[in-house]
């Protein structure tokens, strides 16, 4: 790897692994994070889980897993350009999120409303839970035993309350201290990712027309240009041109801020970032243009009429799972009997979260029809 800024997090900084291990050979310890992500169970559902649309929609729309490579694209691109850990952003691009329930956000909606009882259900601390404790592949322990910059980075958000009883990587919720560079430069790497991909999953559905996005600055302006350029281009290379464009301005331009911030507040090391306000962000310009992007979004795709109906489709599958296994935990396959034993609700969350959309729909057939077995 080329050579660290002083502020990256390195081999040398670390605050290690939970369970003590011998180096690894030929690759960083970073390195090894993102290999034990990639081989895991969770990793592998992802590609059968929502991302705006559910995965039987279309094959060519985007799911967990593509997003999930998408966003370590991005980030790596960034973290490069600013000599920070390429092996840690992309640990933590790709396992960002592994504790996604399946149908997106109106499954984790759901999940969440289900567990209010229970101590609620977040995905972010879904994803620590999952590498942490969740996957059995280990002969010497739980989860994969990943460094704490990386869960570090997983855990985005989290209630003060859960923070609490996290230690070391809930900390800085409680001290109002910010994750390093790499973990916030994934951060954002997830929002340019899935703003643009959502733009060209809607017009792909039809859900959004070009028409309508000649009201987003940040798309109208190369849109415009690409058409000047390009005056007989089809729809589909206009749209892709456009869109590589939009994420070459937000890249471009949180690169420039993010350098600005770090010199304008001179960290010299990990402990500095920690300390200092937030270093990664757009310029005030780009990130209006970026809000306004995210508003159109909200109104105009994740509120579609077709999308809400796919939404409430999937809210009364989870709902109805959820309480179906909590009426009869013997329901629940064998392996999280014993779970079940000692806290049902969380076994029920579990098993959940871990579906594939395809699996959850054909487990809300199997319990709920009658000519199913
Ligand atoms: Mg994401």
Known sequence: MAELAPYAVSEHNTRGRNMREEAPFGRSEFQRDRDRIVHSTAFRRLEYKTQVFVNHEGDLFRTRLTHSIEVAQIARSIARHLKLNEDLVEAISLAHDLGHTPFGHAGQDALNACMKDYGGF?????????????????????????CFETRE???????????????????????????????????????????????????????LTLEQLADVNLFAGHLDAVRLAYPRL????????????????????????????????????????????????????????????????????YRHYRVMRMSAKARRIISDLFHAFMEESRLLPPQFHRQADADCARAVSDYIAGMTDRYAIREHRRIFAVEET
Do not use: W
């Open 122 to 146: 977040e995905h972010n601390l879904q994803s620590l839970r999952v590498v942490d404790v969740l996957e059995e592949h280990y002969a010497a322990f739980d989860g994969l035993n990943l």
């Open 234 to 301: 089809d729809d589909r290379r206009l749209i892709h041109e456009t869109k590589r464009r939009m994420i070459n301005t937000l890249v471009t331009d949180l690169i420039r801020e993010t350098e600005k911030n770090i010199q304008a507040h001179a960290v010299c090391d990990i402990a500095e970032v920690r300390a200092a306000p937030l270093l990664a962000a757009f310029s005030a310009e780009v990130y209006g243009q970026n809000r306004e992007l995210k508003a159109f979004l909200h109104t105009n795709l």
């Open 153 to 207: 980075g997983i855990l985005k958000h989290c209630a003060l309350e859960s923070a609490a009883r996290l230690g070391a990587v809930g900390e800085r919720f409680i001290n109002r201290q910010r994750p390093s560079l790499e973990a916030q430069i994934a951060n954002l790497a997830d929002e340019i990712a899935y703003n643009n991909h959502d733009v060209d999953d809607g017009l792909r559905s039809g859900l």
